[in-house]
């Protein structure tokens, strides 16, 4: 028998076992006992041999595992099984009950499985090599060779310094054209006219994306595969409303002169003036913006200043980013100041409440909000607001507002406004310190991927990869296409 069993009392050279001794002297005792399988270099277990719980056999008290079986060496009770290979789109197994939820061009779960295969994995061979050539090759004794000493790429999840979604932090902005896309922080609260604390709203989108891979299953997309992107950090914004909107506009120029889609991580919603005038003079012809909000945010000053309740009317003074291409979606409540509600009647601007958008489904709104934006444009800046969403939903923001949109909502309305392309797009409202759950900031860093998903997948940045798979699924048809009025 094995040793750590003590299944006689009688022992020659009257040694008596105790299985109650601790494993150092049940080993000690193996060693004064001479058993065989000590001999081995480095004490390894002898297969049938070794009885040691902490040698990790799964089930100690089965007969099976009692003495490995030759063919699962492993030690688990059952054989191993040759599973039959479903490797191509529509293979059913014999007999399924449902062979439609096989088929690609009519379950997103049947497509998105096979879409996956094409995705490609160069990106993520190139993370892996980066990281081990500044983070240095692992321990000897870590079998997964891609695991560097330091953290470096996207695992684990739980270390590193946070850029967003783990994207490399660009610290020379001069090199910014060598992207797709950069992310911008934009830390600026002082246009709040409630609470306070959108400043760290930046980190607190960071540092929750932290949670996210760069691949998403039904969108069928990775974003390191597909995507050149990086984080470019904060704006220096400073404690003036003015100066900070110069600061804010100028970095937002900087990134979209070179022709890098920007990405701004607000902040509170005064800087959709500035972002839209870093923006707009470099397009060619009329700027549409697309608003996801509660409020209209049409206002000309809040206590005598250009503050969170005022971007649009200042943004629609912009010679290119006329009202008539303002669409506001979501509005509502009980948190509208009137003045603003006279010039979006004044200006023309297209407002829709939840409560239509509701009634005519998501679907519809989008087609209207494209319809709206692109109507005569060049190009449709995104706005969302995390506050557009349910107030359950977004505690951690300036004013929260019940009635709003539920998450699949307002992410389903972010994916189809976003399919013509976008000039640029911010995130804002996001206060971290009224909800230490993170949740706020968890569905502006998922607004922001699934936007960069379907940018993706429309080809309107990036790369997307090749596919033979029909058309994924629940993807509506564009009924009014803005390429008619184009061509
Ligand atoms: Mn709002």
Same mark, same amino acid.
């Given at each position: 028998?094995?040793?750590?069993?003590?299944?006689?009392?009688?022992?020659?050279?009257?040694?008596?076992?105790?299985? +109650?001794?601790?494993?150092?002297?049940?080993?000690?005792?193996?060693?004064?006992?001479?058993?065989?399988?000590?001999?081995?270099?480095?004490?390894?277990?002898?297969?049938?041999?070794?009885?040691?719980?902490?040698?990790?056999?799964?089930?100690?008290?089965?007969?099976? +595992?009692?003495?490995?079986?030759?063919?699962?060496?492993?030690?688990?009770?059952?054989?191993?099984?040759?599973?039959?290979? $479903?490797?191509?789109?529509?293979?059913?197994?014999?007999?399924?009950?449902?062979?439609?939820?096989?088929?690609?061009?009519?379950?997103?779960?049947?497509?998105?499985?096979?879409?996956?295969?094409?995705?490609?994995?160069?990106?993520?061979?190139?993370?892996?090599?980066?990281?081990?050539?500044?983070?240095?090759?692992?321990?000897? +004794?870590?079998?997964?060779?891609?695991?560097?000493?330091?953290?470096?790429?996207?695992?684990?999840?739980?270390?590193?310094?946070?850029?967003?979604?783990?994207?490399?932090?660009?610290?020379?902005?001069?090199?910014?054209?060598?992207?797709?896309?950069?992310?911008?922080?934009?830390?600026?609260?002082?246009?709040?006219?409630?609470?306070?604390?959108?400043?760290?709203?930046?980190?607190?989108?960071?540092?929750?994306?932290?949670? $996210?891979?760069?691949?998403? $299953?039904?969108?069928?997309?990775?974003?390191?595969?597909?995507?050149?992107?990086?984080?470019?950090?904060?704006?220096?914004?400073?404690?003036?409303?003015?100066?900070?909107?110069?600061?804010?506009?100028?970095?937002?120029?900087?990134?979209?002169?070179?022709?890098?889609?920007?990405? &701004?991580?607000?902040?509170?919603?005064?800087?959709?003036?500035?972002?839209?005038?870093?923006?707009?003079?470099?397009?060619?012809?009329?700027?549409?913006?697309?608003?996801?909000?509660?409020?209209?945010?049409?206002?000309?000053?809040? *206590?005598?200043?250009?503050?969170?309740?005022?971007?649009?009317?200042?943004?629609?003074?912009?010679?290119?980013?006329?009202?008539?291409?303002?669409?506001?979606?979501?509005?509502?409540?009980?948190?509208?100041?009137?003045?603003?509600?006279?010039?979006?009647?004044?200006?023309?601007?297209?407002?829709?409440?939840?409560?239509?958008?509701?009634? *005519?489904?998501?679907?519809?709104?989008?087609?209207?909000?494209?319809?709206?934006?692109?109507?005569?444009?060049?190009?449709?800046?995104?706005?969302?607001?995390?506050? +557009?969403?349910?107030?359950?939903?977004?505690?951690?923001?300036?004013?929260?507002?019940?009635?709003?949109?539920?998450?699949?909502?307002?992410?389903?309305?972010?994916?189809?406004?976003?399919?013509?392309?976008?000039?640029?797009?911010?995130?804002?409202?996001?206060?971290?310190?009224?909800?230490?759950?993170? &949740?706020?900031?968890?569905?502006?860093?998922?607004?922001? *991927?699934?936007?960069?998903?379907?940018?993706?997948?429309?080809?309107?940045?990036?790369?997307?990869?090749?596919?033979?798979?029909?058309?994924?699924?629940?993807?509506?048809?564009?009924?009014?296409?803005?390429?008619?009025?184009?061509?």
């Amino acid at each position: 028998m094995g040793f750590g069993h003590s299944h006689s009392h009688k022992k020659k050279n009257m040694v008596r076992r105790v299985r +109650s001794a601790s494993k150092a002297a049940q080993h000690d005792l193996a060693h004064a006992e001479d058993k065989d399988h000590h001999d081995s270099t480095g004490h390894d277990w002898i297969a049938g041999k070794h009885h040691h719980a902490e040698h990790g056999q799964p089930y100690p008290d089965l007969p099976s +595992s009692h003495h490995p079986h030759p063919q699962h060496a492993e030690g688990y009770p059952w054989a191993r099984v040759e599973h039959a290979d $479903y490797d191509k789109p529509g293979q059913v197994p014999p007999g399924h009950p449902h062979p439609e939820v096989f088929d690609p061009a009519v379950r997103q779960g049947a497509w998105a499985k096979f879409r996956e295969k094409e995705l490609g994995a160069k990106g993520w061979k190139e993370e892996v090599d980066r990281c081990l050539a500044h983070g240095l090759e692992a321990a000897p +004794s870590v079998k997964d060779r891609t695991i560097s000493t330091f953290a470096r790429g996207e695992l684990p999840h739980f270390a590193g310094i946070n850029t967003f979604a783990k994207t490399p932090y660009l610290e020379d902005v001069n090199k910014v054209s060598q992207f797709d896309a950069a992310i911008i922080g934009v830390p600026f609260d002082i246009g709040t006219t409630y609470r306070s604390g959108t400043r760290f709203g930046p980190q607190g989108i960071r540092r929750i994306s932290a949670l $996210y891979g760069t691949y998403n $299953y039904e969108l069928g997309v990775d974003l390191r595969e597909s995507l050149k992107w990086c984080d470019v950090g904060d704006v220096f914004t400073i404690a003036n409303i003015e100066k900070g909107f110069d600061q804010i506009s100028k970095a937002v120029a900087h990134v979209r002169s070179n022709g890098v889609f920007p990405i &701004m991580l607000g902040g509170d919603h005064s800087i959709g003036y500035p972002n839209v005038r870093g923006i707009a003079p470099f397009i060619d012809g009329p700027v549409g913006i697309i608003h996801i909000d509660r409020h209209v945010d049409t206002q000309e000053t809040d *206590m005598d200043e250009r503050m969170h309740t005022t971007p649009w009317f200042h943004a629609t003074n912009i010679p290119n980013a006329p009202p008539v291409n303002l669409v506001q979606l979501g509005i509502g409540g009980w948190q509208a100041p009137r003045p603003g509600v006279k010039v979006g009647r004044s200006r023309g601007t297209t407002v829709l409440t939840i409560d239509d958008i509701c009634e *005519m489904g998501v679907e519809r709104a989008a087609e209207i909000a494209l319809d709206v934006a692109w109507k005569g444009a060049k190009a449709v800046y995104l706005s969302f607001d995390v506050d +557009s969403l349910d107030s359950g939903f977004v505690p951690g923001t300036g004013w929260p507002e019940p009635g709003g949109f539920l998450p699949r909502e307002v992410l389903k309305l972010l994916r189809l406004v976003a399919r013509e392309g976008l000039s640029g797009m911010e995130v804002v409202e996001v206060a971290p310190a009224y909800d230490p759950s993170d &949740m706020t900031a968890l569905v502006a860093t998922r607004g922001i *991927m699934d936007v960069l998903a379907t940018l993706v997948n429309e080809g309107k940045l990036g790369r997307k990869p090749p596919t033979e798979l029909p058309p994924p699924p629940y993807w509506p048809e564009r009924k009014s296409k803005k390429a008619k009025a184009k061509k």
